[in-house]
């Protein structure tokens, strides 16, 4: 049983819902739906598809991910980015409208799923390291401005394309004299009203007394007001007939279930996309999830988000959907609104279903411009330069993986911005990896610690060299390890012990083994002793199993001070006799470094 639950979490949660859990869900999902409904036609025009499959992906994926999903506020379905990537995957196999089009989406989505299914399985949620924060907010902020300015056409009414920042603006310079006003009027109108309603309505809103629960419902409705007087007044006063866009009509009713197309050739074709849509959609989600899940003292398993994800794509599919994954402007709303499991996303499902049933014919009027200014004013909540500015202050080589990976998005397309932030987040890890942080270090007075020898005044003796390695030893590092000692040993010919000590050592491959058979070797020949302290439990197993510890010239010390104990107790007694005392620094001191 304990199993089944591991694969379906529905079965831990169901066993407590009752009807107090049913109403908070009920109200969130409420809420959740009313929202969504705007944002799931206009995510699904970003994505080059009819309005109406942005919400079919919003029902089953949903159903899906409260059976399999292990996080208990997270909202799924058509996401911005995810819907960026679609569009530039298969716009290279298809042309927009056409069959090829839609059906190459639902294969795109199907395949995404059964990819994170199948890591999820093989629990490889890991995989998802590759990609490193400031890499990933630089893809963020680079897909929210590519986004934003796809969607100008739209604002100013005139025909745009391009896959690019370069190609987009070109080509909207080149037709902005074919403007409609009309469509301008309506865009720029729509987009000033959300950025009001984002950042002003709940302010006013509680200074007239409004109670905050409902305020901030207010607030999460402003999409639907746009889209409501908007549509109004396109139908009042037939701005279809002036040159407006309009949605046009929205078919009724729910898809019939059914599989992709069985295509290799498409499907290895799809195929790197998407595995990197697999790959961004699980970051996005799985960062969502866990910082909601932190606040209500929660957790979730990654590999079984991977199976929920994956589950819900393959149901987007089946109903004729495209990729989704766990959006964050609709999780925080489900998780403010009071969601106390994923029954309040089926609970979204089913008002979302009832819309696709009957209250699309309303939408037939409703103006292509209002839909753009619901987009960008989403998409422009994810683009965050003041990250660029901390990133820069704090790391110059995280910068640069951050700013090649917003030039790539941005002027070469959001695949190749992907896998450049894959490929430079394994570099530099690569790169750190293989020079760890080493220190000599000599022993703090009147104490049993010892420090780095260049930032604090320690005692250190001509007998002894003690350095510190932070970071686990593996073959991209080992021989940065031996030519350091090596170093090291040749300016202190004095020098009759070598100490390393391993606080920070979590592991030792057999590369690093290699190495370090070597340097005990060395070190013999020059008449070195060579010892290790402070070695961790796990490791020390692994050295035992070979014979490494029986060939070590010195000794593994339980503690860095024991060895100085015994390998040098002349200068241990001096360093007792010493009052400490701070070493002078530069710069205001924030306190000791390990």
């Not at 292990?70 to 298969?90: D, E, F, H, N, Y």
């Not at 078919?251 to 279930?257: H, N, V």
């Not at 990729?323 to 009071?338: E, I, K, L, Q, Y």
């Amino acid at each position: 049983m304990k199993s089944l639950r591991r694969y379906l979490p529905i079965l831990s949660w169901a066993r407590t819902y009752d009807r107090e859990t049913a109403t908070s869900d009920l109200v969130a999902a409420v809420i959740v739906t009313i929202m969504l409904i705007p944002q799931s036609l206009a995510y699904a025009l970003l994505a080059g598809l009819p309005p109406e499959v942005g919400l079919y992906a919003s029902i089953l994926p949903l159903v899906a991910y409260a059976i399999f999903g292990t996080s208990r506020a997270l909202a799924v379905g058509p996401v911005a980015v995810v819907s960026l990537m679609t569009a530039s995957a298969v716009g290279e196999l298809a042309a927009q409208g056409t069959a090829e089009y839609l059906g190459a989406a639902i294969t795109l989505a199907f395949l995404s799923g059964l990819m994170l299914m199948a890591m999820g399985v093989f629990r490889l949620g890991f995989l998802a390291s590759l990609l490193s924060h400031p890499v990933i907010s630089g893809f963020i902020t680079a897909s929210g401005l590519l986004i934003a300015s796809s969607q100008l056409k739209h604002i100013f009414g005139i025909p745009a394309g391009g896959h690019t920042l370069y190609d987009i603006l070109l080509a909207i310079a080149s037709t902005i004299g074919n403007t409609n006003p009309v469509t301008l009027v309506i865009g720029v109108s729509a987009t000033l009203f959300l950025f009001w309603v984002r950042k002003g309505l709940k302010p006013l809103l509680l200074k007239l007394g409004v109670k905050p629960f409902l305020a901030d419902i207010l607030t999460k409705a402003g999409p639907v007001a746009a889209v409501a007087v908007t549509t109004v007044i396109a139908a009042g006063f037939d701005l279809g007939a002036k040159g407006v866009k309009l949605v046009g009509d929205i078919p009724s009713g729910l898809p019939m279930p059914h599989l992709p197309a069985l295509d290799s050739a498409l499907w290895l074709d799809l195929a790197p996309a998407a595995l990197l849509i697999s790959v961004i959609g699980f970051v996005e989600s799985v960062s969502v999830a866990q910082t909601l899940a932190a606040k209500r003292r929660q957790r979730i398993e990654p590999d079984q988000e991977l199976i929920g994800l994956g589950a819900s794509n393959i149901a987007s599919a089946i109903s004729g959907g495209y990729p989704v994954t766990g959006g964050f402007a609709r999780s925080v709303v489900n998780f403010d609104a009071g969601a106390a499991t994923p029954a309040a996303g089926a609970y979204t499902a089913v008002g979302i279903a009832v819309a696709t049933l009957f209250l699309t014919p309303l939408l037939t009027n409703l103006p292509q411009a209002t839909l753009a200014a619901t987009i960008i004013v989403a998409v422009l909540s994810l683009v965050d330069f003041k990250a660029i500015q901390r990133t820069y202050a704090y790391s110059r080589s995280d910068f640069a993986a951050m700013a090649a990976t917003i030039v790539v998005t941005l002027f070469f397309g959001v695949e190749q911005g992907v896998v450049t932030g894959v490929i430079l987040s394994i570099a530099l890890h690569l790169y750190r990896s293989s020079r760890p942080h080493m220190a000599v270090v000599g022993i703090v007075p009147g104490s049993e610690h010892f420090r780095n020898v260049d930032r604090h005044t320690v005692v250190t003796g001509d007998r002894v060299l003690s350095i510190r390695v932070d970071e686990s030893l593996f073959f991209a590092n080992s021989r940065y390890l031996e030519d350091k000692i090596y170093a090291l040993i040749a300016e202190r010919p004095a020098i009759e012990h070598v100490v390393l000590m391993c606080p920070a050592v979590n592991a030792i491959d057999a590369s690093a083994l290699e190495s370090l058979e070597e340097i005990n070797h060395r070190l013999q020949d020059s008449g070195v002793s060579f010892n290790l302290s402070e070695v961790k439990g796990p490791v020390m197993d692994k050295l035992k199993r070979t014979d490494f510890i029986t060939h070590l010239t010195g000794k593994v010390f339980l503690s860095q001070y024991d060895a100085l104990c015994e390998l040098d107790p002349l200068t241990a007694h001096r360093s007792e006799a010493r009052t400490p005392k701070r070493v002078a620094q530069s710069g205001p001191w924030t306190g000791p470094e390990i």
